[in-house]
């Protein structure tokens, strides 16, 4: 049987850029002092792309040609070098996103699970669809692909924390009440924070209290490791070892 793949940006998403050409000078100042950090870490300057898409990210909201221009002047790297990866990778948004952006899970497991059934309800609930922002800029709905979350699925991700074993009400709540001002605790990791804050988490510039209560593993996660500690299992050729 043959079957084909449609490659390329994922349906709601638009091919180009959008937004600001460039930084006015004291953003651009701040940015650079920001990115000199983040340098610093690497070998390369070049290794430093990633964290340097998210600092962008985190001011703009999405990639801008702007923040694609300031990447590749920090890095030493073509505008369109800099586009080709960032294009890659499903992180680095090309449109505006609101304060909270809430991805369903709509890979195999979760799907199964009820993930395209969460979805259509959320689409119908805020009125948007798939790739769109609520009027009042709080929550940007998109399906996304599988986050290794499946012993919990279905999972919906705001701001890529967890929301585990999701239904279409637990998740009409959810975005009500994150419309409503009043994020709820994640199931696991850090607290929630704003969009462009979670950037810039990702860029490498966590503030301390960030990260200072982020939970640990699921017991559904370690299960399996778990009952290998019980009974003794060892990977072939790692006998001996801790
Ligand atoms: S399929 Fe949804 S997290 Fe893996």
């Given at each position: 049987?043959?079957?084909?793949?449609?490659?390329?940006?994922?349906?709601?998403?638009?091919?180009?850029?959008?937004g600001?050409?460039?930084?006015?000078?004291?953003?651009?100042?701040?940015?650079?002092?920001d990115?000199e950090k983040?340098?610093?870490?690497?070998?390369?300057?070049?290794?430093a792309?990633l964290?340097?898409?998210?600092?962008v990210?985190?001011?703009?909201?999405?990639?801008?040609?702007?923040?694609?221009?300031?990447?590749?002047?920090?890095v030493?790297?073509?505008?369109?070098?800099?586009?080709?990866v960032?294009t890659?990778?499903?992180?680095?948004?090309?449109t505006?996103?609101?304060?909270?952006?809430v991805?369903?899970?709509?890979?195999?497991?979760?799907?199964?699970m009820?993930?395209?059934a969460?979805?259509?309800?959320?689409?119908?609930?805020l009125?948007?669809?798939?790739?769109?922002?609520?009027?009042?800029?709080?929550v940007?709905?998109?399906h996304?692909?599988?986050?290794?979350?499946?012993?919990?699925?279905p999972?919906?991700?705001?701001?890529?924390?967890?929301?585990?074993?999701?239904?279409?009400?637990?998740?009409?709540?959810?975005?009500?009440?994150l419309r409503?001002?009043?994020p709820p605790?994640p199931?696991?990791?850090?607290?929630?924070c704003?969009?462009?804050?979670?950037?810039?988490?990702?860029?490498?510039?966590p503030?301390?209290?960030?990260?200072?209560?982020?939970?640990?593993?699921?017991?559904?996660?370690?299960?399996?490791?778990k009952?290998?500690?019980?009974?003794?299992m060892?990977?072939?050729?790692?006998?001996?070892e801790?």
């Amino acid at each position: 049987m043959t079957v084909f793949l449609q490659l390329g940006p994922k349906p709601d998403e638009p091919h180009g850029l959008s937004g600001r050409d460039s930084y006015p000078t004291d953003v651009r100042a701040r940015l650079e002092v920001d990115a000199e950090k983040i340098i610093a870490r690497y070998p390369h300057a070049r290794s430093a792309l990633l964290p340097l898409l998210h600092l962008v990210q985190s001011e703009d909201g999405y990639l801008t040609p702007a923040g694609i221009e300031f990447c590749a002047e920090q890095v030493g790297l073509t505008s369109a070098q800099v586009t080709a990866v960032a294009t890659f990778y499903s992180m680095y948004r090309r449109t505006p996103t609101g304060e909270y952006l809430v991805g369903v899970c709509t890979n195999t497991l979760c799907a199964i699970m009820g993930g395209d059934a969460i979805l259509e309800a959320l689409q119908d609930h805020l009125g948007i669809h798939a790739g769109q922002t609520t009027d009042d800029g709080r929550v940007t709905l998109e399906h996304i692909e599988c986050n290794a979350a499946c012993d919990y699925a279905p999972v919906v991700m705001v701001n890529w924390e967890f929301f585990d074993n999701q239904t279409p009400s637990s998740a009409r709540d959810l975005v009500d009440a994150l419309r409503a001002g009043n994020p709820p605790v994640p199931t696991r990791g850090a607290p929630l924070c704003p969009f462009r804050q979670t950037a810039r988490t990702l860029a490498g510039l966590p503030e301390p209290q960030d990260l200072a209560d982020a939970r640990t593993l699921g017991p559904a996660t370690v299960a399996g490791l778990k009952t290998a500690h019980e009974k003794g299992m060892v990977a072939h050729g790692l006998e001996g070892e801790d």
